[in-house]
C-alpha cells in the first residue's frame, strides 16, 4: 500500500503561483511514477504531469508547459508541482497518484496510477 497526502492548494487571483505538495508514505518503489491531476467540476479528471522517482525523466500536459514545473525531493519522499502564471481555468481538485510500475516514461493514464491522494482544491480568479 502507498499512501499520498496533497497539501498546498487554495485560493489565487490570475497569474499568480501556488505549490502543491505530495507526501508518499509506505511501500514506495524506487521505480514508481508520481503523477499530478486535476478535475473540475463536471469533467473528467485529465492529466497535468508526473516524474519517476529516479532519473530525470518528466511529462507535462501540453496546457501546463512552460507553467508548471514537476520536482522530488527522495529524502522527503515527496513530489511538488511549482504552478505559476495560473489562469482561472486551471481551478480544479488536484490529485497526485502512484504508478508502481511505470513504463520507461511516467504515464499519462489515468488507470495506470493505482494510488490516489484525496486531492487538493485550487480556486484561480480572474
Known amino acids: 500500500q502507498v499512501q499520498l497526502v496533497e497539501s498546498g492548494g487554495g485560493l489565487v487571483q490570475a497569474g499568480g503561483s501556488l505549490r502543491l505538495s505530495c507526501a508518499a508514505s509506505?511501500?514506495?518503489?524506487?521505480?514508481?511514477?508520481l503523477g499530478w491531476f486535476r478535475q473540475a467540476p463536471g469533467k473528467d479528471r485529465h492529466f497535468v504531469a508526473a516524474?519517476?522517482?529516479?532519473?530525470?525523466?518528466?511529462v507535462y500536459a501540453d496546457s501546463v508547459k512552460g507553467r508548471f514545473t514537476i520536482s522530488r525531493d527522495n529524502a522527503k519522499n515527496t513530489v511538488y508541482l511549482q504552478m505559476n502564471s495560473l489562469k482561472p481555468e486551471d481551478t480544479a481538485v488536484y490529485y497526485c497518484?502512484?504508478?508502481?510500475?511505470?513504463?520507461?516514461?511516467?504515464?499519462?493514464?489515468?488507470?495506470?496510477?493505482?494510488?490516489w491522494g484525496q486531492g487538493t482544491q485550487v480556486t484561480v480568479s480572474s
Open positions: 509506505g511501500r514506495t518503489s524506487s521505480r514508481a511514477a
Open positions: 497518484a502512484a504508478d508502481t510500475d511505470p513504463r520507461v516514461s511516467p504515464g499519462t493514464i489515468v488507470s495506470l496510477y493505482e494510488y
Open positions: 516524474v519517476k522517482w529516479t532519473g530525470s525523466s518528466t
